[in-house]
Nanobody
Framework: QVQLVESGGGLVQAGGSLRLSCVAS????????MAWFRQVPGKEREFVSA????????YYGDSVKGRFTISRDNAKNTMYLQMNSLKPEDTAVYVC?????????????????WGQGTQVTVSS
């Protein structure tokens, strides 16, 4: 029943920008911390950013600090990731995840629900 659906990925040149969206259904969106992870074939998922369920505290992985901005619109059941100054090493499948009453953990094991991901490719 719970579904997380990402969109907004695509091909962009280095230095460009993209905005990803994650639309949730089947859950009380405002009660969940939301997060973005990214994965490349053959590698472990990497934490990108998270936003807490209540006050909306935000957290970022070291590799994206200063370039990415996470936000959420509870009225639209949607989380966003604004990605600026993109680098080739940002190329990955970006997946969203949900954690009931979470604080915005970097640990992927705490997230109960996961989307299928959207591909981001950054050319050099």
């Amino acid at each position: 029943q719970v579904q997380l659906v990402e969109s907004g990925g695509g091909l962009v040149q280095a230095g460009g920008s993209l905005r990803l969206s994650c639309v949730a259904s089947g859950l009380t969106f405002s009660s969940y911390a939301m997060a973005w992870f990214r994965q490349v074939p053959g590698k472990e998922r990497e934490f990108v950013s998270a936003i807490s369920w209540s006050v909306g505290s935000t957290y970022y992985g070291d590799s994206v600090k200063g370039r990415f901005t996470i936000s959420r619109d509870n009225a639209k059941n949607t989380m966003y990731l604004q990605m600026n100054s993109l680098k080739p090493e940002d190329t990955a499948v970006y997946v969203c995840a949900a954690d009931l009453r979470g604080a915005g953990s970097v640990r992927q094991s705490v997230y109960e629900y996961w989307g299928q991901g959207t591909q981001v490719t950054v050319s050099s």
